[in-house]
């Protein structure tokens, strides 16, 4: 007879379900699944490289699952994701924090320490402010060292990070009272940060205000931006957000700028290769660039919130956004892959 051991053993097995075929295969419009058959929980996140090694870094947005994990996946080629940790849960210093989401990732080239950032609300406080947390190691623990508001007074909603070199930035959506009332994520704002990336140190950039219009026609609590992601092609940075829809996919609408503070471009459409009003049913979540040897791939990485929306299969997508004489173009793959020695990608189907 089985032990007790063997047993609970081969139920997790069972449970986890086949591995990933781990062929470096891009699937889109299938759940995924790492290395080990586990199902993949990872929205609202980031990924950053070091060396050979990506490492992407999301929250756990499973129906019910409760209390809040922010997880840690690695991989070499994109497509192939190995579990590393929980880095960090509601527990400990952590322990009051309602909600930790969109984590960011930076490592710090003169502390060498990893920073995450991420959305922080606590009972005390209804709506987000910043969470700071470090650690020696990209897989922790991590250890809560600050937490503070974007802006003295006011509150925020989706946030990511963006880094050149030894500087490191908080993108924020910021949060504005019209009349009275508090209406959310009305404004996209860039925050610099200190040195050691552990506090704001001050603001480059608001702008996109939709405060005005007619709020009978666009409720202004449904107009405004969120999943806002910043990268920089040659000498432009481009801001990629998705529209305020709750767990519903969306267009993605990006804007220009030569300099960080601007000034930003009006906000445009992002052109989509097949059409789609939607970015392929997915939520803009961030844009990582891939260098390598013969050029660069820019990889989309997309949410789709099936589990809560029932539209669709699976909860990510990944796809390419190649440039065209400087416009951003999403193009859609069911299966592609990526060679990142060589910054180059090919598509399957």
């Given at each position: 007879m089985a032990g007790p051991q063997a047993v609970l053993g081969l139920f997790l097995a069972l449970a986890a379900g086949p591995p990933a075929p781990q062929d470096g295969v891009i699937r889109n419009d299938t759940v995924w699944r790492d290395t080990a058959g586990n199902e993949i929980w990872c929205n609202g996140g980031h990924i950053i490289r070091q060396g050979d090694v990506f490492y992407w870094i999301g929250y756990d947005t499973a129906p019910g699952r409760w209390p809040w994990k922010i997880h840690l996946y690695s991989s070499k080629n994109l497509a192939d994701w190995k579990f590393e940790n929980t880095i960090v849960r509601r527990e400990g210093a952590f322990g009051d924090i309602n909600w930790a989401g969109r984590p960011g990732l930076l490592h710090n080239p003169a502390s060498k320490k990893y920073v995450l950032l991420f959305e922080n609300s606590t009972p005390r406080w209804k709506r987000h402010r910043i969470g700071f947390a470090t650690s020696d190691r990209i897989d922790g623990p991590y250890e809560l060292a600050n937490v503070q508001a974007a802006e003295a007074g006011r509150s925020s909603g989706d946030q990511s990070v963006y880094q050149e070199g030894a500087q490191a930035y908080l993108i924020a959506t910021m949060d504005g009272d019209v009349g009275g009332r508090k209406y959310l994520n009305t404004s996209l704002a860039i925050f610099q940060l200190s040195g050691d990336f552990l506090r704001i140190e001050r603001k480059l950039f608001e702008g996109f205000d939709n405060?005005?219009?007619?709020?009978?026609?666009?409720?202004?609590?449904?107009?405004?931006?969120?999943?806002s992601h910043i990268i920089k092609v040659n000498d432009t940075h481009y801001w990629f957000t998705s529209a305020l829809v709750g767990w519903n996919s969306s267009a993605t609408m990006y804007s220009t700028?030569?300099?960080?503070?601007?000034?930003?471009?009006?906000?445009?459409?992002?052109r989509t290769d097949p059409p789609s009003k939607d970015s392929y049913n997915t939520q803009h979540d961030f844009v990582v660039p891939i260098a390598g040897a013969k050029g660069t791939v820019y990889l989309y990485a997309?949410?789709?919130?099936?589990?809560?929306?029932?539209?669709?299969?699976?909860?990510?997508?990944?796809l390419p956004l190649v440039f065209e004489a400087g416009e951003p173009v999403l193009k859609w793959c069911a299966e592609w892959k990526i060679d990142p020695a060589a910054g180059r990608f090919t598509i399957i189907r």
């Amino acid at each position: 007879m089985a032990g007790p051991q063997a047993v609970l053993g081969l139920f997790l097995a069972l449970a986890a379900g086949p591995p990933a075929p781990q062929d470096g295969v891009i699937r889109n419009d299938t759940v995924w699944r790492d290395t080990a058959g586990n199902e993949i929980w990872c929205n609202g996140g980031h990924i950053i490289r070091q060396g050979d090694v990506f490492y992407w870094i999301g929250y756990d947005t499973a129906p019910g699952r409760w209390p809040w994990k922010i997880h840690l996946y690695s991989s070499k080629n994109l497509a192939d994701w190995k579990f590393e940790n929980t880095i960090v849960r509601r527990e400990g210093a952590f322990g009051d924090i309602n909600w930790a989401g969109r984590p960011g990732l930076l490592h710090n080239p003169a502390s060498k320490k990893y920073v995450l950032l991420f959305e922080n609300s606590t009972p005390r406080w209804k709506r987000h402010r910043i969470g700071f947390a470090t650690s020696d190691r990209i897989d922790g623990p991590y250890e809560l060292a600050n937490v503070q508001a974007a802006e003295a007074g006011r509150s925020s909603g989706d946030q990511s990070v963006y880094q050149e070199g030894a500087q490191a930035y908080l993108i924020a959506t910021m949060d504005g009272d019209v009349g009275g009332r508090k209406y959310l994520n009305t404004s996209l704002a860039i925050f610099q940060l200190s040195g050691d990336f552990l506090r704001i140190e001050r603001k480059l950039f608001e702008g996109f205000d939709n405060v005005s219009g007619d709020r009978n026609v666009v409720p202004r609590d449904q107009s405004s931006r969120e999943a806002s992601h910043i990268i920089k092609v040659n000498d432009t940075h481009y801001w990629f957000t998705s529209a305020l829809v709750g767990w519903n996919s969306s267009a993605t609408m990006y804007s220009t700028a030569k300099s960080l503070a601007g000034p930003w471009a009006d906000l445009k459409i992002l052109r989509t290769d097949p059409p789609s009003k939607d970015s392929y049913n997915t939520q803009h979540d961030f844009v990582v660039p891939i260098a390598g040897a013969k050029g660069t791939v820019y990889l989309y990485a997309g949410d789709r919130y099936s589990q809560y929306t029932k539209v669709g299969v699976g909860r990510n997508v990944f796809l390419p956004l190649v440039f065209e004489a400087g416009e951003p173009v999403l193009k859609w793959c069911a299966e592609w892959k990526i060679d990142p020695a060589a910054g180059r990608f090919t598509i399957i189907r």
